[in-house]
């Protein structure tokens, strides 16, 4: 056994090197020649400053722009702590909160009718970082968004058609709208409907 | 449930069994030593490995050698991660200076990753290095390749007759980690990669958003994780919400194809098992046994999340699917992956036993939480890699001993005759699986430090504690996470289960192949219980049912089948 005691050692030590170090090693470098901007996290700009990842979610809370769903990853949307809620569907402390995020969304957007509230835009994802939101959340949130902002409906409802993130290769999941890129098009709209507005509630854009 | 989430369900698990077909003889020709188109590529580092280890290639083992050497070399390997693990903080690639992990929750997290459950009682992102990651992956590919070689050994005893050596263990192992394991890896790490899985060394990244509002954003080798996570069955992911986390499952599409890395190679096993044993219509039939199973799970899951909460229903949301609105049960799913792949995703990582997530399993509708545990608690609908065969097989032992009873014949299973050794034995690899889920269940459902755990009040409770023990014992790693594993309690019992559970089944199917290797093969008679066929394929199904459900519906019914008509009832716990 000694003399096969030796082989494993070695076995160990030669697999270690191989599948922890030289394949990580090999992937890292694979991402840096060719896929430099997924490796660093698919990580956007604007004036040369980091505004976050586009598969992310962040947190946007404003009424002013569109917001995404519960999160329970930290204190909402923390990067390094995802998490999702873990409560069970009769879980009695669970549905109170959901009827305060129900009524919520339906005082601050009138003109849905209770029992019409989007599921998804009232429970939490299960990482709390998810940035989708259903196109029935979107589309209940434009009349809100128009009366604070000032933009037309038709065009914020012509901006949520516009940017449905659709079944991929016609298929694969479901449409919805990713929030950070649909606050972003609603930061360039309001930048030339109201400027002053526009420094208020995007200031990273605006410097 | 909609038209087009079916049909992304049946595309994804054609895709995947069409694939498999091919890859079961790739394995078969790994396995038989034979010529495979990659041997040019591979040959030269295997035997340059054969020459640095002394290994010859000609010297094969006894069944006990083989097994004995797989054991010192798994704890081998265990201990050095679980030692790089607790000195993290002396080690490279630790931005963030974490502390080292302490000894309980390590002493669970290396067991863990090393029987190929990947239970984590931890957050990847808040409390390991990347370098401690790193090590973590070494374990993802080396445990895969312990149930593959296992497996491997017990089809040699199959086929094999009057002989004494089961194979090579070293050889096994080499060619199941440089033919198998590195090179899809590698192919579906860059895949991962492009589709928007870091792969950088940095830990965390600080932005501040459009409104201002300041985020940081966990990042690291991400990527090469999630390849061998899914193809190695493991599950363990770099996040603690594992593919839930954007960052290992970008998309839809790197979704479904996370369910393919699952799913695709415990497939393939049960084909290149037909060709090793050259009886492809007895492992069509056990396909079709597998599939059935699956098939049934994932529609039971598809229509209870599709139908979605009662009692949100009730408060004023909208849970039925229309055009823009997916409706269903959202909490804890990703709305881009839908409810239908979330469904999928979910039965098939119980049923290939990796135990990735991609939404929070404790948030699931009662029943469907419910056919999770089932899943794993029969641990044979495909299976981890090698063991799910392994348990198949062991099922069938018993199913031929029953059914010889039946007819009052000595049972014979391909062509040996099955004595009193083999029934024990394949008795007691399944007698061990439910005592272990089931005993310990049961102590901690009656001490303090095991009900503290516990997040969700009423039956729900019991299910997360359950689910637990089934998973750890399964070698499953999925969670109902909830229950807050990082206790001192937890920690170490999870440690003995997950040990249990893992090598007490390998051990005495190990023992089977070394009995049935010795024996002569006896010819087909008229008398021959046919192994392919409805009538095999009924009576392995029955037994299935049988075992499984006699074994653990009690407890079942105290879970989740109790949240169900409590539910119904409009009953809420507090």
Redesign the interface.
């Known amino acids: 056994?000694a003399k096969?005691?030796i082989?494993?050692?070695?076995?160990?030590v030669?697999?270690?090197l191989?599948?922890?170090?030289a394949?990580?090693f090999?992937?890292?470098g694979?991402?840096k020649i060719?896929?430099p901007f997924?490796?660093?996290?698919?990580?956007m700009y604007?004036n040369s400053?980091?505004?976050?990842?586009m598969?992310?979610?962040?947190?946007?809370t404003?009424p002013y722009?569109f917001n995404g769903?519960p999160s329970y990853a930290g204190n909402g949307?923390?990067?390094?702590?995802?998490?999702?809620?873990?409560?069970?569907?009769?879980?009695?402390?669970?549905?109170a909160i959901?009827?305060k995020f129900?009524?919520n969304f339906?005082k601050e957007n009138p003109t849905v009718k209770?029992?019409?509230?989007?599921?998804?835009i009232?429970?939490?994802?299960?990482?709390?970082?998810?940035?989708?939101?259903?196109?029935?959340?979107a589309?209940d949130q434009v009349p809100r968004i128009s009366k604070l902002t000032g933009i037309k409906e038709e065009t914020l409802r012509k901006l949520v058609m516009e940017h449905i993130?659709g079944?991929?290769?016609g298929?694969?999941?479901?449409p919805?709208l990713n929030t950070?890129k649909l606050?972003?098009m609603l930061?360039g709209i309001l930048k030339v409907k109201n400027k002053k507005l526009f420094k208020k509630?995007?200031?990273?854009?605006a410097d | 449930m909609t038209s087009t989430g079916i049909l992304q369900i049946s595309l994804v698990l054609l895709i995947m069994v069409l694939t498999a077909i091919p890859l079961s003889r790739y394995l078969a020709h790994v396995f038989k030593y034979e010529h495979t188109f990659l041997d040019k590529l591979i040959n030269p580092f295997e035997n340059l490995t054969f020459k640095f280890l002394k290994v010859n290639k000609e010297d094969e083992m006894t069944w006990t050698t083989y097994l004995k050497i797989g054991l010192v070399f798994n704890f081998l390997m265990a201990a050095i991660v679980f030692l790089i693990l607790h000195y993290q903080n002396y080690l490279p690639f630790n931005q963030m200076h974490y502390p080292g992990i302490p000894w309980a929750l390590d002493f669970n997290t290396a067991i863990s990753f090393i029987t190929n459950t990947n239970w984590q009682n931890y957050g990847g992102e808040e409390v390991m290095s990347n370098f401690s990651q790193m090590a973590l992956v070494f374990l993802q590919f080396t445990s895969a390749a312990t149930g593959l070689v296992f497996a491997v050994a017990f089809i040699r005893g199959i086929i094999r007759h009057e002989a004494k050596y089961v194979g090579n263990i070293y050889v096994d192992f080499i060619k199941a980690i440089y033919r198998i394991f590195i090179p899809l890896s590698i192919i579906f790490a860059i895949v991962m990669l492009s589709q928007g899985a870091p792969q950088t060394f940095t830990m965390q990244k600080k932005v501040t958003n459009i409104t201002g509002t300041k985020q940081t954003l966990s990042v690291g080798p991400v990527a090469s994780m999630v390849s061998i996570e899914n193809f190695g069955t493991n599950g363990g992911g770099f996040y603690d919400v594992n593919a839930a986390q954007p960052y290992e499952n970008p998309n839809p599409f790197t979704n479904a194809l996370i369910i393919f890395m699952m799913g695709v190679i415990p497939i393939a096993l049960f084909f290149m098992y037909g060709i090793m044993i050259d009886d492809k219509k007895h492992a069509w039939t056990l396909f079709w046994v597998a599939a059935t199973l699956l098939i049934v799970c994932v529609a039971v899951i598809y229509s209870q999340e599709a139908a979605g909460n009662p009692f949100l229903a009730h408060l004023g949301a909208n849970v039925t699917a229309a055009k823009y609105n997916p409706g269903g049960n959202m909490e804890g799913k990703q709305e881009h992956l839908g409810i239908a792949q979330t469904s999928l995703f979910a039965g098939a990582t119980t049923a290939f036993t990796t135990g990735n997530v991609d939404s929070a399993h404790d948030s699931f509708m009662p029943l469907s939480g419910m056919i999770l545990m089932v899943e794993m608690m029969l641990n044979l609908i495909f299976g981890g890699k090698g063991v799910g065969l392994l348990n198949m097989l062991t099922m069938v032992i018993i199913a031929v001993f029953i059914a010889g009873l039946m007819v009052g014949r000595t049972p014979e299973f391909l062509g040996k005759k099955i004595g009193k050794k083999e029934v024990t034995l394949a008795t007691l690899a399944m007698f061990a699986h439910a005592f272990i889920i089931l005993v310990p269940f049961g102590i901690a459902m009656s001490v303090p430090a095991g009900l503290a755990g516990i997040f969700n009040p009423g039956p729900h409770g019991l299910s997360e504690v359950l689910y637990a023990f089934t998973s750890t014992v399964a070698n499953n790693g999925s969670a109902f996470a909830g229950l807050n594993g990082d206790t001192t309690f937890y920690n170490v019992i999870f440690g003995f289960t997950l040990m249990f559970g893992r090598y007490i089944p390998i051990i005495c199917q190990v023992a089977i192949a070394g009995a049935l290797i010795k024996k002569k093969r006896i010819p087909e008679s008229a008398g021959t219980f046919p192994e392919h066929g409805f009538l095999f394929y009924s009576v392995v199904m029955g037994t299935i049912i049988l075992i499984g459900a006699l074994t653990f519906f009690p407890a079942l019914a105290l879970g989740p089948i109790a949240e169900h008509f409590a539910m119904v009832k409009g009953h809420l716990f507090y």
């Open positions: 056994m096969e005691l082989k494993i050692i070695k076995m160990t030669l697999l270690y191989l599948c922890s170090i394949y990580t090999l992937i890292w694979v991402g060719f896929f997924q490796a660093g996290g698919s990580i604007k400053k980091p505004i976050g990842s598969l992310i979610g962040e947190k946007f404003s722009i769903r949307y923390n990067g390094t702590e995802s998490s999702g809620s873990n409560y069970a569907p009769t879980n009695g402390k669970y549905i959901e009827k129900i009524d339906l209770k029992g019409d509230v989007p599921v998804d009232v429970t939490g994802s299960g990482s709390g970082l998810g940035p989708y939101i259903s196109i029935a959340a589309l993130s079944r991929q290769f298929i694969f999941g479901t919805g950070d606050n972003l930061a509630i995007f200031p990273v854009l």
